[in-house]
């Protein structure tokens, strides 16, 4: 896969990773807990949500990991670290 491609795929991931921190916000903000975030995996048209407890996903975000749906890891661009049933968290390679 070329270097720009796997670019594209990682700031999907990331752009994914910004909006559940708004999402976040606005959890705390309302007290919604569990809280329905999105898949961070690396497919434009993933629409997933996971739903996560709050401490749960800041665990993830302390972490350089990215949650995901089971079997959304693309195994060009990262591993799979923890698998937790109903998510999964990758991390990316560098
Ligand atoms: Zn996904």
Known sequence: MERTEL????????TFARANEQIRNAAERLNVDPVPFLCECSAT???????LTLD???TVRKSNGFMIRP?????HVETVVEDHGTYQVVEKFR
Do not use: F, S, W
Not at 45 to 51: A, F, K, S, Y
Not at 71 to 75: A, Y
């Open 71 to 75: 079997g959304h890891d693309d195994p």
């Open 56 to 58: 749960a996903y800041r």
């Open 7 to 14: 670019e594209r795929l990682r700031q999907n991931e990331e």
């Open 45 to 51: 048209n993933c629409t997933d949500l996971i739903h």
